[in-house]
C-alpha cells in the first residue's frame, strides 16, 4: 500500500490508490495550511468514532490530494452502513449526542460540518453508494474534472482527463 508518483507532478495517477492515515500524513502534510486542515479532518473522525458512526472506509478526494500548497479543506465519502447510524442513535447519551449523529449524516449540514471541521462529508450508506462516490470523484459530476483554480494553482497544472483518490479502510 504505498501512495503512487503523481503522474504530472500535480495529481495522482487515475484509480482508487488504498492507503493508510500514515501514508496520508508522510506524503501530504507538506505545509502549515494542510497540516491545520489533516488535524481539523482528524478532529472530525474522532468525533464521529465517539459518537459511534465511524466509517468502514474512507475516499479522500480534492485539492487535498493534489500538490496544491494550501487546499481549503478535505473533501472524503464515507461508508457508514444504516445499521451502524441505528446502533449508535440507540446507544446515545443524550440529545445531544443525537443531534451529533444526525449533523454528521445530514447532507444538508455540508456547510455547518467544513465550517466546523474544515472538511466536507458525504455519506454513503453502502458499498455501491461509495463505488459511485468514486468515479465521480475520479471523473468528475459531469465527466469532466474541474479546471484548475488560477488563484490557488500553478498556471502550469491542467486539467487531467481523470485522477486518482485515496481509500482507507479503517474497520
Not at 493534489?66 to 447519551?93: C, S
Amino acid at each position: 500500500m504505498v501512495i503512487p508518483n503523481f503522474f504530472d507532478d500535480y495529481h495522482l495517477p487515475d484509480g482508487i490508490h488504498e492507503c493508510t492515515m500514515e501514508e496520508i500524513e508522510e506524503e501530504f502534510l507538506f505545509s502549515g495550511t494542510r497540516e491545520k486542515k489533516w488535524k481539523q479532518f482528524t478532529s472530525m473522525l474522532f468525533r464521529m468514532e465517539e459518537l459511534g458512526i465511524k466509517p468502514k472506509k474512507l475516499l479522500i478526494n480534492g485539492s487535498f490530494v493534489t500538490r496544491r500548497e494550501n487546499p481549503g479543506d478535505v473533501d472524503f465519502a464515507a461508508l457508514i452502513p444504516p445499521e451502524i447510524i441505528i446502533e449508535a442513535l440507540k446507544k446515545a447519551e443524550d440529545d445531544h449526542d443525537i443531534s451529533g449523529i444526525k449533523l454528521f449524516i445530514g447532507h444538508e449540514n455540508q456547510l455547518a460540518l467544513r465550517n466546523l471541521f474544515g472538511a466536507h462529508l458525504l455519506v454513503a450508506d453502502n458499498e455501491e453508494m461509495l463505488n459511485e462516490w468514486s468515479m465521480i470523484f475520479i471523473k468528475g459530476q459531469s465527466g469532466k474534472l474541474r479546471e484548475p483554480d488560477p488563484k490557488k494553482d500553478p498556471e502550469w497544472v491542467r486539467r487531467p482527463d481523470r485522477k486518482g483518490i485515496l481509500q482507507i479502510t479503517l474497520e
